[in-house]
């Protein structure tokens, strides 16, 4: 089993800044993709970002330029720094891993699921 923990969630103002962190436990291989995805009420889950290669992230385009994706494999965990927040912004952020080394913008590409971090920003 693979065990998928999120923190750094948390309420600020627009323009503001958060950092999100997730863990991953169990039965993960440090090759594993992990992605950051989001969910706000009423609305589907959508990709946020996800790592490609040491030092590169594919994103959404409404976070382009705004938010930075980075995961440290050896101790499986993935980073969100995320920068001139918005209201839009605003959502439940999930992480989730798959076991292909291949990312995918698709929620259901992945296997495993954090149960999320709450991210609040107001205007």
């Known amino acids: 089993q693979v065990q998928l923990v999120e923190s750094g969630g948390g309420s600020v103002q627009a323009g503001g800044s958060l950092r999100l962190s997730c863990a991953a436990s169990?039965?993960?291989?440090?090759?594993?993709?992990m992605a950051w995805f989001r969910q706000a009420p009423g609305k589907e889950r959508e990709i946020v970002a996800y790592?490609?290669?040491?030092?590169?992230?594919e994103y959404a385009d409404s976070v382009k330029g705004r938010f930075t994706v980075s995961k440290d494999s050896a101790k499986n965990t993935l980073q969100l720094t995320m920068n001139s927040l918005k209201p839009e912004d605003s959502a439940m952020y999930y992480c989730?891993?798959?076991?292909?080394?291949?990312?995918?913008?698709?929620?259901?590409?992945?296997?495993?699921w954090g149960r999320g971090t709450k991210v609040t920003v107001s205007s």
């Open positions: 989730a891993t798959r076991a292909n080394r291949l990312c995918s913008g698709r929620a259901n590409a992945y296997n495993y």
């Open positions: 169990g039965s993960i291989s440090s090759s594993w993709c």
């Open positions: 790592v490609t290669t040491p030092g590169s992230g």
